[in-house]
């Protein structure tokens, strides 16, 4: 489940930390990185067992009114959303239960969150569609839990408040996990029963050396790198630059020169967005037209044997084309409100320990 999008985000956070924080352990900073990365698959797991609260305070629910009705004698309510058989075999999934036995965090500790969310459920068009539609298909009821997943949790502020006060990490990593859970969704198959397996942790053991060799490349060879920035940026203002500007820059020389196989563009694509969303309004120019420069400087020098497209014709940067925003570009105003500052700020209190949030 772990993937180098998030890989990269969590060592823009750490990386960060690490200068900001007092004790520049190494050996600390790396046990810090595994741990953040851990918290992201701790929160897969959780907002899939939301699903599993959700549905079960639906039953409670529908027994309540079912009750009311025997006494009163009306009609019944209707038990085809408690009875949805995807989340009845989410609620039976072995995996998922095996983790949540482990977690000190139950989602019966929020329940009122929990009701709030059933509340808008209910209120919703696709409820609606749904109790009154006839097919009864495990696709169906499938493809309403993703619809509700991707409409009603997916982008809830109040969901996020609470995911933020249990685990610092947490307010950064949901909308890549968001992804993650809408493709165990998909993928779920009547036929696995409670054995249908839930995404592994990494994909698999050269996820995580890459996050470990990245990471300490980027740590270790600073001066190098910071020299490199030093060297390109005779056409560039580099005092300009915001701090987190150069960490970024710094962790994407890292991966340039660290991983032969991953092309030029994409490190600078994805280091481009990083600085949109960390950074500065305007970083991502700046970052842009250094990295190029960079990567093109190291390439002339024999530092890094790759291949690059022919430079393209500068044209005057024009505000209004500059509107590809990215995933969650303008969420937080500074650089104070982000995960980095805030992890930065736990390691000056707590320098010798990661603490379970």
Request: hydrophobic share 35%.
């Amino acid at each position: 489940m772990i993937n180098r999008e998030l890989i990269r985000i969590k060592i823009v956070q750490l990386t960060y930390a690490y200068y900001q924080n007092g004790n520049r352990n190494m050996d600390n900073a790396e046990k810090e990185l595994l741990f953040s990365l851990a918290k992201a698959y701790d929160l897969y797991n959780y907002l899939l067992a939301l699903i599993v609260s959700i549905t079960q305070e639906e039953r409670h629910r529908v027994e309540i009114a079912a009750n009311r009705a025997t006494r009163e004698g009306t009609e019944a309510p209707s038990s085809r959303f408690v009875d949805n058989k995807f989340a009845l075999q989410l609620e039976e999934n072995k995996q998922l239960n095996l983790f949540m036995e482990s977690q000190k965090r139950r989602w019966e500790d929020d329940m009122e969150a929990v009701r709030k969310l059933c509340d808008q459920i209910e209120q919703s068009t696709i409820y609606q569609e749904y109790m009154n539609g006839d097919d009864d298909s495990y696709e169906a009821d499938r493809e309403v839990w993703r619809k509700i997943y991707r409409t009603l949790i997916q982008e809830n502020p109040d969901l996020d408040v609470v995911l933020e006060e249990k685990s610092l990490y947490w307010n950064d990593d949901k909308e890549v996990v968001d992804t993650f859970v809408i493709k165990t969704i998909k993928r779920f198959d009547p036929a696995n029963g409670a054995d249908q397996e839930l995404l592994p942790e990494y994909r698999d053991e050269e996820d995580r050396d890459f996050a470990l060799k990245l990471f300490r490349s980027t740590i270790l060879n600073a001066d190098d790198y910071q020299r490199y920035m030093s060297e390109s940026s005779r056409n560039w203002d580099f005092s300009r630059l915001a701090y987190m500007d150069v960490v970024i820059m710094q962790i994407a020389i890292a991966e340039m020169l660290t991983f032969p196989n991953i092309p030029v563009t994409v490190t600078i694509n994805e280091y481009v967005d990083l600085a949109k969303l960390y950074s500065t309004p305007r970083s991502g120019g700046y970052i842009n037209g250094m990295l190029d420069t960079i990567a093109r400087h190291l390439i002339q020098i024999g530092m890094m044997m790759k291949t690059m497209p022919e430079p393209r014709p500068r044209h005057p940067h024009n505000e209004r084309q500059d509107n590809r925003a990215t995933r969650r570009e303008g969420r937080r105003p500074t650089i104070a409100q982000t995960s980095a500052q805030r992890v930065a700020n736990r390691q000056q209190q707590e320098p010798e320990q990661a603490v379970e949030e």
